[in-house]
């Protein structure tokens, strides 16, 4: 399937910027579920969570691509093409265009 999807394929690896949603520590919200955004490493709460945040990250940057970022869950998901992967592809820098 990751075939179908030129974002996940090329979705990189990026450090974590925070350790629980950025947007509802600074507001002290709570969230649900996180998501780490694989093109930058925001950290936001899922679609369950009251402010959405990972999603809201999405339509202000357009960076496609979140994957869990709760413990044990490395599953993938690509906004613009609607595609979810239970594991996210090992790319390899060769495979990397």
């Known amino acids: ?3 179908d999807c030129e974002h996940v394929e090329q ?3 990026p450090a974590p910027r925070a350790v629980g949603c950025e947007e ?3 507001s002290g919200s709570s969230w649900v579920h996180l998501r780490r955004c694989l093109s930058c490493g925001h950290i936001g709460c899922c679609d369950s969570s009251p402010n ?3 999603t809201k990250h999405f ?3 357009h960076h496609p691509v979140i ?3 709760e413990p044990g869950e490395d599953w993938v998901w690509c906004f613009e093409d ?3 992967l239970e594991h996210r592809p090992v790319i390899t820098d ?3 265009p």
């Open 1 to 3: 399937m990751a075939a």
């Open 11 to 13: 979705a990189g690896d």
């Open 24 to 26: 509802c520590l600074s």
């Open 52 to 54: 959405t945040h990972a």
């Open 59 to 61: 339509h202000r940057t």
């Open 67 to 69: 994957q869990s970022f």
């Open 82 to 84: 609607e595609v979810f």
């Open 94 to 96: 060769e495979a990397r």
